[in-house]
């Protein structure tokens, strides 16, 4: 599995993978690698795609005040990973190949812009787009693979390659969990052995509350009761807890089908985001 840096020879490399009748699939990561990452690539392969996985911590996405500096820059154990998952080639850029100097052109999407994690990280999904946009005119893979922990982000990358008419197709992949039901994160290793013991409660209390509004509660008291049972057990700040359209993302005060419980919440250092369905 090649490892690649410029954008020059990416292109020859994918041309010469073209010429032999397969589709390019692009994943594209940030880094700090783990099962949910590789569970995009086998999505890739096993759609029968050659996996470019792409390692690229993008600055245009983090705020001032957010983990930009202490992100996991684990290169390395990333690109064992992607290897073992099935990876066809890894592009891993520095910062200046992606953006070089004199580099002046933004994304501003406004799609989603006054809802869930938009409302939290302001600038972050034009940040997000912004890559995404290079990265796709820089592959011009046939398809490029998402994970729905970050249901927002599909919404917004699908948004923006409708907008931009980017000869792509977005698949989405469903989350890979751990064992105890934890949404996988990079972040979850800022989390302390208590913290990740507390964790998986995230994701135990939307599925809870996703069941309770399948049953009739109203979706408000069902996510409120959820919101206030993980505050009161030591998640320091609960950013959100609702239900929500899946395509949409406007309020579901009574959900039909495709209604989802979304949640974002601080523990300890770490920001943890999740989301399930509304069972029909
Ligand atoms: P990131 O490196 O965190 O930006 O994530 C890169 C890609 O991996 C994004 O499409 C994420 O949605 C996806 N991803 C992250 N965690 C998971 C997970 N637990 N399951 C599935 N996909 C994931």
New binding site residues.
């Given amino acids: 599995m090649e490892v690649i840096t410029s954008i020059p020879a990416l292109r020859a490399r994918i041309g010469a993978m073209r010429a032999n009748g397969q589709g390019i699939g692009l994943v594209?990561?940030?880094?700090?690698l783990h099962d949910?990452?590789a569970?995009?690539v086998e999505a890739a392969r096993a759609a029968g795609d050659l996996p470019v996985a792409t390692l690229f911590l993008n600055p245009a996405q983090f705020s001032e005040s957010e983990d930009l500096e202490r992100y996991p820059a684990e290169r390395d154990a990333d690109i064992a990973l992607l290897k073992a998952a099935g990876a066809a080639l890894v592009f891993a850029p520095a910062t200046e190949e992606i953006y070089p100097p004199g580099f002046s052109t933004r994304i501003s999407i406004t799609a989603f812009e006054d809802v869930l994690c938009a409302q939290n990280r302001p600038g972050h999904f034009n940040g997000v787009s912004l890559v995404v946009c290079k990265l796709l005119c820089i592959a011009r893979a046939e398809r490029a693979y998402?994970?729905?922990?970050?249901w927002q982000?599909c919404l917004v990358v699908k948004a923006l390659v409708r907008d931009l008419n980017i000869d792509t197709d977005i698949v989405t992949?469903?989350?890979?969990?751990d064992s105890d039901g934890l949404?996988?994160?990079?972040r979850n290793r800022y989390l302390t052995a208590a913290e990740r013991r507390l964790a998986p409660q995230l994701y135990h209390e939307i599925c809870e509350a996703a069941a309770r509004i399948a049953q009739g509660t109203p979706t408000e008291l069902a996510c409120a009761e959820a919101q206030e049972t993980l505050t009161l057990a030591g998640f320091s700040q609960v950013e959100y807890l609702e239900c929500r359209n899946a395509e949409t993302l406007r309020l579901a005060p009574s959900p039909g089908r495709g209604a989802r419980v979304f949640v974002a919440a601080r523990l300890g250092a770490a920001r943890l985001i999740d989301n399930v369905p509304v069972p029909a």
């Fill in positions: 594209p990561t940030l880094g700090g949910g990452h569970a995009l998402f994970g729905e922990k970050d982000q992949v469903p989350t890979a969990r949404a996988l994160s990079t």
